[in-house]
Structure formats: C-alpha cells, structure tokens
T-cell receptor, first 111, second 117 residues
Framework: QKEVEQDPGPLSVPEGAIVSLNCTYSNSAFQYFMWYRQYSRKGPELLMYTYSSGNKEDGRFTAQVDKSSKYISLFIRDSQPSDSATYLCAMSEGNFNKFYFGSGTKLNVKP | GAVVSQHPSWVICKSGTSVKIECRSLDFQATTMFWYRQFPKQSLMLMATSNEGSKATYEQGVEKDKFLINHASLTLSTLTVTSAHPEDSSFYIC?????????????FGPGTRLTVT
C-alpha cells in the first residue's frame, strides 16, 4: 500500500466550476499537509499548507484536513483555465522530514 | 521568496556516460537538500537526502554508487548519474527547506530533464 493515494484523473471541468481534489494516506504520524501545483516540465510550487487538522482558506483555494479519516482535500472555487495543471498533495511527519507525495491529479479547466 | 535553481535544465547524454546535475539555493543556506525523480505522469519519488558535510541518505532501492550525491557547501548539492542507461531518463528535481525554526516550507528547483540515448 502506498503511503499517499491520489486519483490521477484527468479531471476536466468548465470554467467557473468548483473543483475538489483529494488524497488519502495511511501514516497517522503525518502532521504537515501540503498542496503543490505543477505545470508541465516545471518544478512544483506550493499552494497551500496545513498543520494537523482543520481548514485553511487562501483566496479561491481551501484546504481541509481530516486526520481521523486520514483524508485531505483541496477546493478551488471559480476555477480558471490558468488553474489547469497537475496538483500534488504532499505530507510530512515533521518540519524537515521527507515529503511523501501523491501521484498528482491532472486538472483541465475548459474556457 | 526563496529560490532554488538547477543546472542544466535539460541534458541529453549517451548510454554509459555520467551526468552531473547541480542544485543551488540562491538566497538562503540549506544544510539539507532532497533529490527526487519523476517519471512521466507519475509523482515525485524521493531518491535521497543530501546533507552538508556528511554522507547522503538514500531511500530503499536507490543505488548509492550509481547516483552520487555531494553536498559541497551550504548552497550547493550535486547529483551525478554514473554510467547512465536509457531507463535513467527522467525528470530530476531537488528541494531545500528554508531552515527557519518552525518553518514547514520546502522550495523546489525547476527540475532537470535527463534523456539517455
């Protein structure tokens, strides 16, 4: 079993739709939960970060962590074509510990 | 924000040759850097943790004699793929935590695409 599971998609939505991206994990020691966006042939860029359980909102993006279910989500409101990319979830047990990545979900927002 | 650079961004080499990839933290010091490999349509897989002044720590299944890592300074780590084979063709990405107490963030380089012919 992989440490982190993520549906690879692709996920295709019309512009303006609400997008829901999810990951599940098996390691209860994970405390740091991140979402990265990666454009083709580029390095990942950090979108959202959450420590432990709870919600965090930043503009059109909302990250949720449910540690009891070992489930995290990223919501994108009013999706734009520029949001088209691969979204990777990542998790870590501690500050400088290694990250465990999901396989990434490819999102396509159609104009 | 903090920047991590990689050089080269793309390299083509012949089978059997060695290739060196550099990872630099441009405006901060990094005692630790991480090297990842990403195959097409797959996630980042951690290969090794590079430690300044000491030996790298390799993940299970990664050949340390094939993927040589040298953390020469607080701003530079290098990954050398020795005796490269076509199956080593991949996207190699490094990252570095910013080192601030209580900080979670890792900064990723833009990646290096290696093609072995």
């Amino acid at each position: 079993q992989k440490e982190v599971e993520q549906d690879p998609g692709p996920l295709s939505v019309p512009e303006g739709a609400i997008v829901s991206l999810n990951c599940t994990y098996s390691n209860s020691a994970f405390q740091y939960f991140m979402w990265y966006r990666q454009y083709s042939r580029k390095g990942p860029e950090l979108l959202m970060y959450t420590y432990s359980s709870g919600n965090k909102e930043d503009g059109r993006f909302t990250a949720q962590v449910d540690k009891s279910s070992k489930y995290i989500s990223l919501f994108i409101r009013d999706s734009q074509p520029s949001d088209s990319a691969t979204y990777l979830c990542a998790m870590s047990e501690g500050n400088f510990n290694k990250f465990y990545f999901g396989s990434g979900t490819k999102l396509n927002v159609k104009p | 924000g903090a920047v991590v650079s990689q050089h080269p961004s793309w390299v083509i080499c012949k089978s059997g040759t060695s290739v060196k990839i550099e990872c630099r933290s441009l405006d901060f010091q990094a005692t630790t850097m991480f090297w990842y490999r990403q195959f097409p349509k797959q996630s980042l897989m951690l290969m090794a943790t590079s430690n300044e002044g000491s030996k790298a720590t390799y993940e299970q299944g990664v050949e340390k004699d094939k993927f040589l890592i040298n953390h020469a300074s607080l701003t530079l780590s290098t990954l050398t793929v020795t005796s490269a084979h076509p199956e080593d063709s991949s996207f190699y990405i490094c990252s570095a935590p910013n080192g601030l107490a209580g900080s979670y963030e890792q900064y990723f380089g833009p990646g290096t695409r290696l093609t072995v012919t």
